[in-house]
C-alpha cells in the first residue's frame, strides 16, 4: 500500500529530516549581508553535522506529529509495574515554574534563599514524618543514586567502626538498581532465595548473615508487590552480626501513613519523590531519590544539610563524618518543590488514602483477572500484582504478544518479564488516579485478549496492528546503536 501523508491526521510513515530535506530551502529569510563573509574557525567551534536543508513548516509538521505519535500518563492509562506512572497534578508544575522558585541561582548567598532553604527544611522534616525515620538529605538526584549513596554511608558507618565489610545480602525479590548499586560500593551482592509464598523469611536471612556482611538491601514492598511482614525479624539478625538494613522504599506510594519503616528498623531508605510525590515520571527526566536515616546514620548523610540556626537557616558542610557531596549544589531543586506542593496539597490524611486507593485498585486487578492470567503469588498484593502468561503458553502467546496486543486496545503495556523469578511476568500498577471505569476497561481488554490467545492466537503474534511502527527489534537499539546523525 502506498502511504500517504496528506491532511487527514492519519500519518503513516514520517520519514527522518534527511531524507525530507531538499538543497536550497530554509526556514529563515534574514537581510541580504552587507559585510564579507569570514567562515567561524573550525578549531573553535569544530565541524558540526551536516544539517538538512528544511522550510519551517517541514520542521513544525515534523516535531508537531511526532509528538502526537506519543503516550504519556496525560493521554491514557500507564499501567507500568515498579514505575508508579500516577497523575501529577498540574498545579504542581505551576509552583515548580513560580520565578522566585525556578529562578533562584544555586550561589546565592544563604541570606536571599532562605525560602528556598526552609522550603527544603520543611521537606526533610515531611519526609521524615511519612517513612518514620529521623534524618533526611534531598542530594541524590534518583533512585539508584539513593541506593549508591546509602550504600557509601553504609560502608562509612562501618569503617568508622574499624571494620571492612565485603557483602551485601539482595533478596531475588529486589529492584535490580540494588545489586548493580552494591557492587558499584565493591560490595560483592550475595542473592537470598525469597520463600515460596513471594517473601523473604528471616530464617533465610539467618543462615548466611555473617561478619562479613555489611548488611542488607530490602525492597519493601518487594517487586512482587508483597509486603516484606518479616522485616522486623530480618532486622534483628542483621543487626545482631553488626550489619545494618537498607530499605528500598521507591514503592512508597504503597505505604504512606500506614507502615512506619522507623519501627520496622530500618537503618537507611530511600523514596523516589518522582514516583510518589508529583514529579512527572519518565524520559529520563529530573528525579529525587531522598535517603532517610535513623539518627545514629546522620552524621554520615552527605553534605551540605540545611540546618536551622538563630539567623535563619543556613547550608552546612561542617559534618567531618560525611559521604560528602553527591550532586552539584542541592539535587534538583524543582522536583522538591514539586514534592512539597504536594504534600501540603494532600496533608496526612490525603497521602494515606492515596496509598489505601493505590492498594485496592492493585488487589482489584489481582482479583478480575486471576482466572485469565496465571497468578504465581495468590495473596494480598500492595501497590501492584504480577501475573505470567503460563495459561496462554500452551496456545504458543506469550506475554510479550499480550503487551503488544494491549496497544491496539489503547493502553500502555504494563511491565514484562520483571520480575525476573517469575517466568513470563506481567506487572501491572494502575495507581490512585485510575478511577473504576478506567481499570474496568483495562480489565476488559485483557479478557479480551486472554481470549484472542485461546481463539485466534496469529491476532497476538501480529500485534500490535493499529500502532505506527510494528514490533521493533527488542534490542537493535543496544547493540547497534546509530550515535552520530
Ligand atoms: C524505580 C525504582 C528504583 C530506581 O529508581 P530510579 O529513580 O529510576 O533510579 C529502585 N528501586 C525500586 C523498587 C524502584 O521501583
Not at 542473592?191 to 515460596?196: C, M, Q
Amino acid at each position: 500500500m502506498t502511504e500517504f501523508s496528506g491532511t487527514s491526521g492519519l500519518i503513516h510513515s514520517e520519514p527522518l529530516l534527511w531524507e525530507k530535506g531538499r538543497p536550497g530551502r530554509s526556514a529563515f529569510s534574514l537581510p541580504r549581508r552587507d559585510v564579507d563573509f569570514s567562515p567561524p574557525d573550525e578549531g573553535l567551534v569544530g565541524k558540526g553535522p551536516e544539517f538538512p536543508d528544511l522550510s519551517e513548516l517541514e520542521v513544525v509538521r515534523h516535531y508537531t506529529r511526532l509528538s502526537q505519535w506519543n503516550f504519556a500518563v496525560d493521554t491514557g492509562m500507564y499501567p507500568l509495574g515498579s514505575c508508579t506512572m500516577k497523575y501529577n497534578p498540574k498545579l504542581h508544575e505551576k509552583y515548580a515554574a513560580l520565578q522566585g522558585l525556578s529562578g533562584a541561582h544555586p550561589l546565592l548567598p544563604g541570606s536571599l534563599s532562605q525560602g528556598a532553604l526552609c522550603l527544603m527544611h520543611t521537606l526533610e522534616r515531611f519526609l521524615a514524618e511519612i517513612t518514620g525515620m529521623d534524618a533526611v538529605s534531598l542530594q541524590p538526584a534518583a533512585g539508584a543514586q539513593g541506593e549508591l549513596a546509602g550504600m557509601l554511608l553504609i560502608h562509612a558507618y562501618h569503617k568508622r567502626k574499624g571494620e571492612q565489610r565485603t557483602k551485601i545480602l539482595i533478596p531475588d525479590t529486589a529492584h535490580g538498581t540494588n545489586p548493580a548499586s552494591a557492587a558499584l560500593c565493591r560490595y560483592r551482592p550475595v542473592a537470598i532465595r525469597s520463600g515460596e509464598n513471594g517473601i523473604l523469611s528471616a530464617r533465610a536471612v539467618e543462615g548466611l548473615m555473617d561478619e562479613e556482611t555489611a548488611g542488607i538491601m530490602v525492597t519493601n514492598p518487594n517487586t512482587l508487590g508483597l509486603f516484606e511482614e518479616e522485616i522486623r525479624q530480618i532486622a534483628a539478625v542483621v543487626h545482631s552480626r553488626g550489619g545494618l538494613v537498607y530499605c528500598d522504599g521507591a514503592n512508597l506510594n504503597a505505604v504512606m501513613g500506614m507502615v512506619d519503616m522507623g519501627r520496622c528498623a530500618v537503618d537507611v531508605l530511600h523514596c523516589n519523590l518522582h514516583k510518589t510525590f508529583s514529579t512527572p515520571h519518565g524520559g529520563g527526566g529530573p528525579g529525587a531519590g531522598p535517603l532517610c536515616v535513623q539518627k545514629e546514620l546522620a552524621p554520615f548523610l552527605p553534605v551540605p544539610r540545611v540546618v536551622e540556626t538563630p539567623d535563619g537557616y543556613a547550608l552546612s558542610e561542617d559534618f567531618p563524618l560525611s559521604v560528602g557531596r553527591v550532586h552539584a549544589f542541592y539535587g534538583n531543586f524543582g522536583v522538591l518543590v514539586r514534592a512539597y506542593a504536594y504534600i501540603l496539597t494532600m496533608g496526612a490524611k490525603g497521602l494515606k488514602k492515596a496509598s489505601q486507593m493505590a492498594v485496592l485498585n492493585a488487589n482489584y486487578i489481582k482479583e478480575r483477572l486471576k482466572g485469565t492470567f496465571h497468578l504465581p503469588y495468590d495473596r494480598p498484593c500492595m501497590h501492584e500484582c504480577v501475573f505470567s502468561d503460563k495459561f496462554q503458553r500452551v496456545h504458543k502467546v506469550t506475554t510479550l504478544d499480550m503487551a503488544k496486543r494491549l496497544m491496539d486496545y489503547g493502553f500502555h503495556p504494563p511491565t514484562i518479564y520483571f520480575p525476573l523469578i517469575v517466568h513470563g511476568a506481567l506487572m501491572v500498577e494502575p495507581t490512585e488516579t485510575e478511577s473504576k471505569e478506567q481499570i474496568d476497561l483495562f480489565v476488559e481488554a485483557c479478557k479480551a485478549i486472554a481470549a484472542e490467545a485461546h481463539q485466534e492466537p496469529e491476532l497476538l503474534w501480529e500485534a500490535p496492528r493499529r500502532c505506527k511502527v510494528r514490533r521493533m527489534e527488542e534490542a537493535a537499539a543496544a547493540r547497534h546503536p546509530c550515535l552520530s546523525g
